[in-house]
């Protein structure tokens, strides 16, 4: 290395003491390999053509500001979730389900299964549970309690005496209502139940 190349060196190293360290070091080792082998002519005319150290550094400086993001630059803001993927549409919609029914007879009930579906904090098997398991239990029953009035019915006109075994239509229909008014709140309280500790959609 000539004496002009060293001189030049460390011209460089001073005007690249504030550029990042990684982006200096690059620079100087590109400029070093250009040196390496020149002859005392060859290496002043590389110099020259490099130009002053000054204008390298700014040069370098300028393209790292032009990389870097603005520090000023406003962050971008997450996106919100959907409003039927929080927890509170999913809790309105539970308890909508639990209690719409009694407030709205029939129309409640069924705004409250519109709420349930639209949530996204429940898997789809546990929406069908909690919608159509109380209705097959109560179709269930219902079926029974047609059964039993048929029973009824056909010991009424044989004149014989009731079975006290089989129960009444009048029973029958009555244990009914009061299992609708039970499992209707119970699917409800299972979606609840089934709400606790989670705060984003599962996977289906």
Known sequence: MTTDTADYLARLDA?????????????RAGIVEEFDGLAPDAAAARIAQLGDPAEIAREAMDAGSAERP??????????????TSTKGFAIIAALALLCGGFVIPVVGWFGGVALVILSGLWRRWEKVVAILGPLALIAVLGLLAMVFAALGSGQEQQGGPMNPLVPTPLDSWHATFILVFLLVPASGLWLLWRLRGRTVPPAS
Do not use: C, F, Q, W
């Open 70 to 83: 603005s520090a000023t630059a406003a962050p971008i803001a997450p996106a919100k979730p959907a409003v």
């Open 15 to 27: 005007a690249l003491r504030d550029v990042p360290h990684g982006i200096a070091a690059e620079i």
